[in-house]
């Protein structure tokens, strides 16, 4: 179907039904058990686990197949918060146009960056991109959020106000982000027994957005651009010296994966109107590299698991607080109670970073593959096959 | 490998796919079937308390959250009911809201606008909680006040400062019990200019973000009016923790007075450098040179230890007040904890008790109601004297407190001193004020 062989087509369509059917598997716990606690159905988690998906599997476009590890990527996706968020205020609230012009925008400013990065590679690649990228937090952080001249209002963030000129917003529609006039926050709850399952007007169409990049990078990893790519991962020094010069494919891939961030970009400003320096930080762009690793770096559905492994850790691991420990283990005596909830205090809330930091380290230590080798062994143990020799087509370490 | 034959037949089916695709989400646009965003309808209410738990402001949200927990259980008739008892209003019987047991949620914003606004949405989504409150910077309290608008649940703000929370960036469904820098300028002038005099060289460091930009400006419009000059002004990023490179200039500069636009983690590292660096120490043309704090808090004071000696700024409030509503207040504060609460707890308590009673006397948890029941509400012994919360931009108005760093503290609480008690009548300012001009309260939304 659609151009794709048939192991692409399944698994186009497993992403397809796990995006669409999200609100029913993401809440299998009643609401109001003790459970409900690990639900991550709600609107806004599903909307953030779709949008670092995308923004994952633009990322391992220029990872996974070129190599070439970038540091920066957060600043892409900034970028086309900033650009959807001006669409809102001078515009209109629809989101078509503001989606489309963080794209754009992120792809000229990706241009941009490649064209200068891209001169160097290895580790000097990623520290220039890394520069570039704290370079555009502090400009949009400090430089251009200045009184005079307000740019990206700095620290509290760009936001669209009342008296904002919005040449194309007329009464009647929603106040608020909206695709012809179906606003992104309007939420249908279904109710079916003790479950209750939301679904999301904006989740809906950031899960159509990802389904469609989703089948673009299975094209671009499946065609000769993609092939090419990896002969860069391969060996750059080598293909140069057939005469083939490897710039003109490395920075299409940048500016491709650039062009994904944007969309990410875009697509968090239209499901939560405002964009805030911070998703430029470097932090933001070491989390995107941590999701593709963790996920499974050059593989095409490892960034997705990833992206949204993290995410869940930071929404619902980071709200357990030590008076849900003692909810949980109230059935202990007490002097036991405490201290069981002792020792789990440092993993969670506010230590949610600790928990995950050894999770990253036992798969990088004992599933190089990611989470997807991690499937791959269960699914060749649950068959009974022998272990098969590491998959080292698609998993070898980036240079 | 690849197939990119594009035949008429495909591009039909991909088109009709996609146009699938696109239709889907249409089919559930029905609205949900309550009155307002998460109607509580159960035994109980759930309140979403959203602080610093980590970075430059994290101390201030501890104490928050101890005031909330605090509040909760004064709500719900334990301890010994804390200010409930010398409130004004006596809406409140001790029996949750509206009979409806208080419970909450907490989550950590980082003193991150991204962050606080994605937390406020797991509460208001997830969790549904029908008020928000906290929040201890103005950055992150207009964003989540500006998302609250939005999703139609009331926020009652926390430790924010800046004017803009009630000026420019103000909303129907966001009120705040603190005060701004407005009041911190017009309070702190008439102490500098009786203890500085009228000619002073300025320098200031700013916290770069909203709150630092009013507290500068309003600060410089009040001393400039006194006849100060102002040498400097640099802003410093907010997660900025070494301030060497930005005091170092300052020895040069010819001023003779350092007013330090920080707060919180910013503050305790910026004089501490001053300290380091002997300005405390140093004489421009004869005269001592000195620090200015305008917004302080005891427990910045903790954190700068020494240095704060006989540094004056100003407080929204402080656990040595003799009134009835403080005494109660520290008293149970201090029974659950060991210690005495800071500003921020005391204005986060207050807030709570303010909306769980505004809910009682509306009868209803619904926004537009709880808006309506505090809007121009007067009332006392919430340890501010007589306080009103001004209808036309959901801000109060009350007394404000000068004080000073304490030359000989008893105890390791006793820190501040209070020099003045400035009078609700002599910071109170026009609903047009040109520093809170250009926003627009707009309607209230009650959500769905």
């Not at chain 2, 800071?342 to 204005?347: D, G, L, Y």
Request: glycine fraction near 12%; charge should be neutral; proline fraction near 4%.
């Amino acid at each position: 179907m659609l151009g794709l062989n048939k192991k692409d087509t399944s698994l186009l369509l497993v992403v397809a039904a796990l995006t669409l059917l999200a609100p029913f598997i993401l809440n299998p716990f009643p609401e109001g058990s003790a459970m409900a606690q690990f639900n991550a159905g709600y609107p806004d988690l599903m909307q953030r686990f779709v949008i670092f998906g995308i923004f994952a599997i633009g990322f391992n476009i220029l990872f996974g197949l070129t190599g070439y590890l970038s540091f920066g990527h957060a600043a892409f996706l900034g970028v086309g918060s900033y650009s959807a968020v001006w669409i809102f205020k001078l515009f209109t609230y629809n989101v078509l146009p503001a989606i489309a012009l963080s794209v754009v925008v992120a792809g000229l400013f990706s241009l941009l960056i490649g064209f200068v990065s891209l001169r160097r590679s290895g580790i000097y690649f990623s520290i220039l991109t890394l520069a570039f990228a704290q370079m555009s937090f502090a400009l949009a952080y400090s430089v251009l959020s200045n009184p005079r001249f307000n740019l990206t209002n700095g620290e509290t963030g760009l936001q669209v106000y009342a008296d904002d000129p919005q040449w194309f917003h007329r009464d009647g529609l929603p106040d608020l982000p909206h695709l012809f006039g179906l606003s992104m926050r309007s939420t249908y709850r279904l109710d079916l027994g003790a479950w209750s399952f939301d679904f999301n007007a904006g989740y809906y169409l950031c899960a159509v957005v990802l389904m469609v990049v989703f089948y673009l990078a299975i094209r671009i990893f499946r065609s000769p651009f993609g092939m090419m790519l990896r002969a860069v991962k391969s060996n750059q020094q080598r293909m140069n010296y057939t005469g083939l010069n490897s710039r003109p494919y490395t920075l299409a891939a940048f500016v491709i994966s650039g062009m994904y961030a944007g969309l990410a970009g875009g697509l968090m400003a239209a499901m939560d109107p405002l964009a805030g320096a911070e998703r430029m930080q470097w932090t933001a762009s070491g989390e995107v590299v941590l999701m593709t690793i963790l996920g499974g770096t050059g593989t095409l559905i490892g960034p997705v698991l990833g992206a949204g492994f993290i995410k869940y850790f930071e929404n619902i691991f980071s709200k357990i607080n030590d008076n849900v420990l003692h909810g949980w283990f109230a059935f202990l005596p007490d002097g036991m109670e405490d201290f069981v909830v002792a020792i789990i205090h440092p993993f969670i809330g506010k230590g949610w970073h600790l928990t995950l930091g050894l999770l990253f380290m036992l798969v990088v230590i004992f599933l190089p593959g990611g989470l997807v080798e991690g499937g791959q062994r269960l699914r060749n143990w649950v068959r009974g096959k022998p272990k098969t020799e590491n998959t080292s087509g698609k998993t070898e370490p980036a240079e | 490998m690849s197939n990119n034959d594009v035949t008429r037949r495909r591009v039909l089916k991909t088109g009709a796919v996609a146009g699938a695709g696109l239709a889907l989400p249409t089919i559930f646009t029905a609205q949900s079937v309550r009155a307002f965003t998460n109607e509580p309808t159960g035994s109980s209410v759930k309140l979403g308390f959203n602080v610093p738990q980590t970075n430059a402001y994290a101390d201030e949200g501890a104490d928050e959250l101890r005031a909330y927990e605090l509040a909760v259980e004064h709500l719900n008739g334990g301890g010994d009911g804390g200010m409930m008892n010398t409130f004004s209003s006596k809406a409140l019987k001790g029996n949750g809201i509206l009979g409806k047991k208080v419970e909450f949620v907490t989550g950590d914003t980082q003193t991150k606008s991204d962050a606080a606004r994605a937390s406020a949405k797991s509460m208001i989504e997830k969790d549904g909680a029908v008020m928000i409150t906290g929040g201890s910077s103005s950055g992150v309290a207009i964003a989540v006040q500006g998302l609250c608008q939005d999703a139609g649940v009331i926020f009652m703000a926390g430790l924010t400062h800046s004017n803009d929370t009630t000026g420019k960036d103000k909303k129907a469904n966001g009120f705040r019990h603190f005060f701004n820098t407005e009041m911190s300028g017009s309070a702190l002038a008439p102490i500098l200019e009786a203890n500085y005099g009228k000619d002073r060289r300025a320098y200031h460091l700013t916290a770069d973000y909203t709150w630092g930009w009013s507290q500068e400006n309003s600060i410089r419009n009040y001393t400039e009016a006194l006849g100060w000059e102002t040498v400097n002004a640099v802003k410093t990023p907010l997660a900025t923790t070494d301030f060497s490179s930005y005091i170092a200039p300052v020895l040069n500069s010819g001023a003779d007075v350092l007013v330090l636009n920080h707060y919180g983690g910013n503050m305790v590292n910026s004089l501490t450098n001053a300290v380091q660096f002997g300005l405390r120490d140093k004489q421009v043309e004869g005269r001592n040179f000195e620090i200015i704090v305008p917004l302080y808090s005891r427990l910045m004071a903790r954190g700068a230890g020494e240095n704060v000696k006989g540094i004056f700024g100003s407080t929204n409030w402080h656990w040595s007040l003799s009134d009835a509503g403080s005494q109660a207040f520290v008293k149970s504060f201090g029974e659950k904890y060991g210690f005495p609460p800071s500003q921020a707890a005391h204005t986060c308590y207050v807030q709570t008790l303010l909306y769980a009673d505004a809910v009682e006397r509306a009868g209803t948890f619904n926004p537009c109601g709880v808006a309506e029941a505090l809007e121009g509400f007067d009332f006392d012994g919430l340890g501010n004297g007589p306080t009103l919360y001004r209808a036309e931009d959901h801000q109060c108005f009350k007394d404000v407190l000068v004080v000073k760093g304490k030359e000989n503290p008893t105890s390791e609480f006793d820190l501040l001193e209070i020099v003045e008690v400035t009078p609700r009548a002599q910071v109170e300012y026009a609903v047009d004020h040109p520093d809170f001009a250009g926003g627009d309260l707009g309607q209230c939304n009650p959500g769905a």
